[in-house]
């Protein structure tokens, strides 16, 4: 009887999230990995299987003699045949990858800060870094455009002190250095709070314990912190990682025209080519990669860890 | 030389003194406990002597060197703090290996000194383990094989047995006092326990309030302690109210108001009129219905107050004729006798002249 109403709560409580995750995130994943293996419909979208006439009576089109004609696996055989793709997906990976290391350098200091703070100083700051949640994302990137647009301060003041040097004055805006700015910016949060958590936690004996037993300040940090402080980097890395990969916004308002990452060809596919098949199947292999990286990361660690 | 000297160390948290003007030297080999009430300033002075704290006055030496310069990470001092503080990130092997390969030892030899430890405490078997995977004690023993690995001149420990459970405190006790004569190096042990105190050290110094209150053998401490603080801290202690009745001569006269006169040890600088405490430790006093007594004894009539049997012993507190409470006990070591009297029987008392201390003041 106990078990039975245990089990039963179980279910009510994880029930309702249980049953959206299928809906909205199991069932479209589904839905996306067969569209990969569809044709384009002749106004966008796909190509459909059922017909209703105008009569209301629905007509099955595909059969075991044509399916040839609405199953196929070319759009996979697309991605594969030209190297641009590949390119650009390594391009995203570089740019993700640089992201994500740019985050931790700046993040690392300032969570550390954060965490050793007292109380008070320590919650205006966390307020701080979720504080720019507060206004909209793209006036943010659109704050950039200007702050990195030739006629802002910023540009100018950057284009004298270059001329002062002797080099020819730059353009900030449609590059991949604005790109890189922004994504750094966006995702910058979320590597500063898992860190923060991370270290707050940290037993400060354990420090004075290294010390006592003869570690200076670099050995305290490299031998203690660092390796201790890596759930948060990891947990961080994967906040900032894979929404970085899959941005389109930044890259469109900020990069120039060879600075598009792998989330513009999909927007472009789904909104501007409208051909779903083929947008469907670079998300499915962005979602492949991504779980790729993760296998091989967590491959790598269980490794170091049985040769400790 | 003293090993280690400490010289008049002050040591203030804004307005308050948590160590007040101490002094004391520590032996090579010595197995020093510094032991009082918490608060007392016991883990602060520590903390100096590990170069956490900076004194506001005074000189710490070691080996006749100021270490005011010195950081903790360059002195020849290692500290086993009372959370333990290992590497949580790190097997038990690589723990013991941490403070070699901050001293620079070399590879090839860091796992033959790590296994000579190992066995020094007896864990060979759970060099390969985390230490979330080990019991209190099994913790407790790596802090301080990590601590000795590099033989320090100086192991300081504070409250190491705090977190153990009774029984495996005794046991550790009995570890640490061997360990300490196998390895040979000096321990500055903190505890606000008396009874470990008392146990493992050569010298104790008993602290109170951020001074040093009394500084001797255990067996001095326990038997005469030098003032009302040490003698009421350690152990079961009577502290009875007295007068100097009379001086000279190799005995001194008290005189317990309102039960008597008894002779004490002679106590310098005493003056007949003088108040003070004679302290007087439950197991030198006898007890019986009617005592035979020598001429060296104390003899006094009470009756009993209370009885209280611990198993071993049974502690009977007798109510003197003015009233006073004096704590007694008898060993139950006759067969099958645990209680020899009851409440409101009428018993006596004898203690020799020389088992009390006289306490000016
Ligand atoms: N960093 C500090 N700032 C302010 N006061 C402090 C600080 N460290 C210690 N104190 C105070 O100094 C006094 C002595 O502290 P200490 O930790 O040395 O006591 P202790 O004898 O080790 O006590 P316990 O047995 O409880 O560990 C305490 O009253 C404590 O509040
Ligand atoms: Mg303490």
């Known amino acids: 009887m106990r078990n039975l109403s245990s089990r039963l709560s179980r279910w009510l409580i994880s029930g309702p999230p249980l049953l959206y995750l299928l809906i909205f995130f199991a069932a479209p994943t589904l839905i996306m990995v067969f569209a990969a293996f569809r044709i384009p419909g002749d106004y966008g979208g796909l190509l459909p299987l059922l017909q209703t006439d105008d009569a209301g009576k629905t007509e099955v089109l595909i059969n075991a003699g044509n399916w040839h004609d609405f199953i196929t696996f070319e759009n996979f055989g697309r991605f594969f045949e030209d190297s641009i793709y590949a390119e650009l997906f390594l391009k995203s990976f570089w740019y993700a990858g640089i992201t994500t290391l740019i985050c931790i350098v700046l993040a690392y200091p300032l969570a550390w800060l954060i965490a050793r703070s007292n109380k008070k100083t320590r919650d205006l700051l966390v307020l701080l870094v979720i504080l720019p949640f507060w206004s909209n994302f793209l006036i943010r990137v659109y704050a950039w455009m200007i702050i990195l647009g030739p006629q802002s301060y910023f540009s100018v003041a950057l284009n004298h002190l270059l001329a002062l040097v002797g080099i020819e004055p730059v353009s900030l805006l449609f590059s991949q250095f604005a790109v890189i700015i922004g994504l750094v910016y966006v995702h910058l949060p979320f590597m500063v709070l898992p860190l923060y958590a991370n270290l707050e936690k940290h037993d400060m004996a354990l420090l004075d314990a290294a010390q006592d037993l003869g570690a200076n300040a670099w050995q305290r940090f490299w031998r203690i912190t660092w390796p201790l402080s890596l759930p948060g980097v990891w947990a961080g890395t994967a906040l900032v990682f894979i929404p970085a990969l899959g941005m389109f916004a930044i890259p469109d308002l900020l990069g120039g025209t060879n600075s598009i990452m792998i989330g513009n060809l999909i927007k472009q596919q789904f909104l501007d080519s409208r051909d779903w098949p083929f947008g469907s199947v670079l998300s499915i292999m962005l979602t492949l990669s991504v779980l790729l990286m993760a296998a091989i990361a967590g491959w790598a660690g269980r490794s170091k860890k049985e040769r400790a | ?361």
């Open chain 2, 1 to 361: 030389m003293a090993l280690l000297e400490i010289r008049d160390v002050v040591k203030t948290f804004g307005d308050f003194t948590a160590v007040n003007h101490v002094s004391l030297s520590v032996e090579a080999g010595e197995f020093f406990t510094l032991l009082g009430p918490s608060g007392c300033g016991k883990t602060t002075l520590l903390r100096m002597l590990a170069g956490f704290e900076q004194p506001n006055a005074g000189q710490i030496l070691l080996d006749g060197k100021d270490m005011s310069q010195v950081p903790p990470e360059k002195r020849p001092v290692h500290t086993v703090f009372q959370s333990y503080a290992l590497f949580p990130h790190m097997t038990v092997a690589q723990n013991i290996a941490f403070p070699l390969q901050m001293a620079g030892v070399a590879k090839a030899d860091i796992p033959a000194r790590v296994d000579e430890v190992l066995e020094d405490v007896r864990l060979q078997q759970f060099a390969k383990r985390l230490p979330h995977e080990l019991s209190g004690g099994q913790r407790q023993r790596v802090a301080i094989a990590r601590a000795l690995v590099n033989r320090p001149r100086l192991l300081l420990l504070d409250e190491p047995l705090s977190a153990l459970d009774a029984k495996l405190r005794e046991e550790m006790q009995l570890e640490l006092i061997n360990l300490q004569k196998e390895v040979g190096i000096t321990f500055v042990y903190v505890t606000h326990d008396q009874g470990e105190a008392l146990a493992l050290s050569h010298r104790i110094a008993v602290m109170n309030k951020g001074e040093v209150a009394q500084l001797d053998a255990p067996e001095t401490i326990y038997s005469y302690p030098k003032n009302r603080f040490v003698a009421d801290f350690i152990g079961q202690c009577n502290l009875l109210d007295a007068k100097v009745a009379e001086v000279g001569g190799s005995r001194m006269k008290l005189e317990i108001p309102g039960v008597g006169l008894c002779e004490a040890l002679p106590v310098e600088g005493a003056q007949v009129g003088q108040s003070g405490t004679l302290t007087l430790r439950p197991e030198k006093i006898r007890l019986a219905a009617a005592v035979t007594h020598d001429a060296d004894e104390v003899h006094f009539k009470g009756k009993v107050h209370d009885c209280l049997y611990l198993g071993d012993v049974t502690i009977y507190i007798v109510e003197l004729e003015n009233g006073t409470l004096v704590e007694t006990m008898l060993p139950n070591s006759a067969p099958g006798r645990a209680r020899f009297f009851d409440d409101n029987d009428a018993v006596e008392l004898a203690w020799r002249f020389d088992a009390g201390h006289f306490l000016l003041g």
